[in-house]
């Protein structure tokens, strides 16, 4: 009698979401990494697609796959795919300070205006200083801290939350 290990390979059968494009396929469990990935990059490529339709483009993506333990193997049993598109001239809109939301509760944006507002000052101040200054060594310094502060700035505007430590570092270290 041998004793040899025996692998165990079932087969997955998986569902798409609603709504999205693609064929529901089975896949052995030694497969299922690939035919997942594939799934979920065909979707990153049509948020793409979609993107450019509009004139914007994707500015931070995300595939994330969940994992498990199916027979003899470590199997994609879901994925995920998440993207954030910038599309430029389109606003992002928030509910006014204090003003209902569509789910009745009010908003505060005071912190993040406040903040914008510190932010806003030290560009301001930057700017004066680079108009004054002729070392290019300095004038590329506060450039880049210009652009640091604008980059901080438009995160808050389009709702991203930033630590306090970090936009106080950038406050901190502009000149």
């Not at 979707?43 to 994992?67: P, T």
């Not at 908003?107 to 510190?118: L, M, Q, T, V």
């Not at 930057?126 to 880049?144: A, C, F, G, H, V």
Request: net charge neutral; charged share 25%.
């Amino acid at each position: 009698m041998s004793s040899s290990p025996s692998l165990v390979n079932p087969t997955l059968g998986y569902k798409l979401d609603p709504g999205e494009p693609g064929v529901a396929f089975v896949a052995p469990a030694s497969q299922s990494i690939a035919r997942v990935m594939n799934q979920e990059f065909a979707n990153y490529i049509d948020f793409k697609k979609q993107a450019a339709e509009q004139r914007g483009f994707i500015i931070s993506g995300n595939i994330s796959l969940d994992l498990q333990k199916r027979g003899s193997f470590l199997a994609a049993v879901a994925g995920k795919t998440k993207v954030l598109i910038y599309i430029p001239g389109k606003g992002y809109e928030r509910p006014l300070p204090n003003q209902p939301d569509e789910h009745g509760t009010k908003s505060h944006n005071e912190p993040d205006d406040i903040r914008k507002g510190e932010i806003e000052r030290k560009i301001d101040e930057l700017y004066r200083k680079l108009q004054m200054t002729n070392d290019p060594i300095e004038r590329e310094k506060l450039s880049q801290q210009i652009l640091m502060l604008t980059m901080a700035i438009n995160a808050l505007s389009f709702g991203m939350k930033m630590p306090e430590f970090l936009i106080g570092m950038l406050l901190n270290t502009a000149v």
